[in-house]
């Protein structure tokens, strides 16, 4: 075993273990924006339905954060990890800046990433009419801070999505600085833990 694992290996490992924990729940559909045609079918959402779930999954991140621990954001530098829909977030959002980087600039800004701005590496999956997302957070660089979990279906009467799941699992590590749980909180209050899936790095 390697006793030196760089600081973006860990960010990759990380990241790849959520999303895999995703999957096993529900398989992620990918399509190129120009192959999805919702407007056949009227009970689903189309694009532009598509990008405004995403701003306001990101509006619900910040306040459903400020509700666990007080936390104000600065800003919050996003990775997208999904390809359903083209992310063109405004430049503020609650009052918070967001930067959505580039993946070249992912790692050249990893010394500015703090609690009040930290990388968001921001998975979506989407299925008919519902879409789920992960906020998986990074600091100080990449390590591996918190996730939270925002699921949303499609009206097709009101042509509105609604949240319908919301949670923030908190990675709790013992004296020696591994992962042993995660500190799982709903509607900003502890309701139970869960244990860390792989390697306990």
Not at 39 to 66: E, F, H, K, R, T
Request: with cysteine.
């Amino acid at each position: 075993m390697l006793k030196i694992i760089s600081a973006l290996a860990l960010f990759i490992l990380a990241t790849a273990l959520i999303t895999c924990s995703v999957q096993s729940n529900k398989q992620a559909v990918k399509k190129e924006p120009s192959a999805v045609s919702p407007a056949a079918d009227s009970l689903l959402p189309n694009s532009d339905q598509l990008a405004g779930v995403c701003s306001l999954a990101i509006a619900d991140y910040i306040d459903m954060v400020y509700q666990k621990d007080k936390t104000r954001f600065d800003t919050l530098f996003l990775g997208q990890q999904f390809d359903f829909v083209r992310l063109e977030p405004p430049d503020t959002i609650r009052g918070v800046q967001i930067r959505l980087l580039k993946a070249e600039e992912i790692e050249r800004k990893k010394s500015v990433y703090s609690p009040t701005s930290p990388f968001i590496n921001f998975i979506g999956f989407w299925e008919q009419s519902t879409v789920d997302f992960v906020f998986v957070a990074f600091y100080p660089g990449f390590a591996h801070q918190f996730d939270a979990y925002l699921g949303y279906t499609y009206r097709p009467e009101t042509k509105q999505f609604e949240l319908t799941q919301s949670r923030i699992e908190v990675l709790v590590r013992n004296k020696e600085g591994k992962a042993d749980h995660f500190a799982v909180y709903e509607n900003g209050r502890h309701t139970g833990n869960k244990p860390v899936e792989g390697d306990k790095k």
